[in-house]
């Protein structure tokens, strides 16, 4: 055998074993609202959770939701989520991991659409080979995109986080699983990248393919409480307090807590970790 060949057969099986990863899959899914009818709710929640979300820094993990009347489609609601400023090695001690917020929106009858997308990237392990492959090669970006319709309707089902997460069967499209191989490359200079200063590297064929779970996930009553309170907190520290809100201590105070106000539509970004 020639040194060129012999060669050639050692890169490449460096390459084959190096490609062969223990792996775990980072899964988001869409737990409210679900296609089906529901009332008119004075704050409608919207909630994602995040399974094994200690793998989120490892791929820049973000999504991005957007809910339209079908009735209007001027009529767009856009929820500025920014994952990027999130901690996520503050974030992960239990495992799910709640992302939500409310909306003003569904007070009156309407059919809408809401259409999610999940954002992710990884290294380029082929390009760590290929010394004429530029810094920005080894950088592969994914998204993944679902929706699904709802209706706000009188007569409808009330907007129950608890009954709409006990269920035995979920769509696939509720769910995106990543497959997170355990080999980690540093993330190349000039990348942006929002924690850490390692990325993974993403098996995109996996064999078996990971079966999503959005089932498993239940929302008990104590976190629906939790939720409602911390967003009831929120509210008091808007512009335009609820009358249900305790009085402030001072003006000083009252300044220090932060307001997300846009017209009618207010939102906020609030994560909880299940304990």
Not at 105 to 133: D, Q, Y
């Amino acid at each position: 055998m020639s040194p060129t060949l012999a060669s050639s057969c050692i890169l490449i099986t460096c390459l084959s074993a190096m490609l062969v990863h223990a792996s775990s899959v980072l899964e988001t899914d869409l737990l409210f609202p679900l296609n089906k009818t529901y009332a008119p709710t004075e704050w409608f929640p919207v909630v994602f959770a995040f399974q094994q979300p200690k793998l989120a820094p490892l791929v820049d993990l973000d999504i991005s939701i957007t809910l339209r009347n079908a009735d209007n489609m001027s009529d767009i609601v856009h929820w500025p989520t920014d994952m990027t400023d999130v901690d996520w090695t503050n974030k992960t001690s239990s495992d799910p991991f709640f992302f939500y917020t409310y909306f003003a929106k569904f007070r009156a009858p309407g059919r809408w659409r809401i259409v999610w997308n999940v954002h992710w990237k990884s290294c380029n392990e082929f390009a760590l080979f290929n010394t004429s492959m530029l810094p920005r090669a080894q950088m592969i970006t994914n998204s993944t995109g679902w929706s699904t319709w709802f209706t706000i309707a009188d007569g409808g089902a009330p907007a129950d986080l608890v009954v709409d997460t006990a269920r035995d069967s979920c769509p696939n499209e509720f769910a995106v699983p990543i497959t997170i191989t355990d080999h980690t490359i540093p993330v190349p200079a000039g990348e942006e990248w929002s924690n850490g200063g390692m990325c993974a590297v993403v098996d995109p064929s996996p064999t078996p393919s990971p079966s999503p779970s959005p089932c498993q996930i239940h929302i008990s009553k104590q976190v629906v409480e939790s939720m409602e309170a911390s967003w009831h907190t929120q509210l008091c520290g808007s512009f335009s307090p609820p009358d249900d809100c305790p009085a402030k201590k001072n003006a000083a105070q009252g300044l220090a807590v932060p307001s997300y106000f846009l017209a009618v539509l207010v939102i906020v970004r609030f994560l909880l970790v299940l304990f």
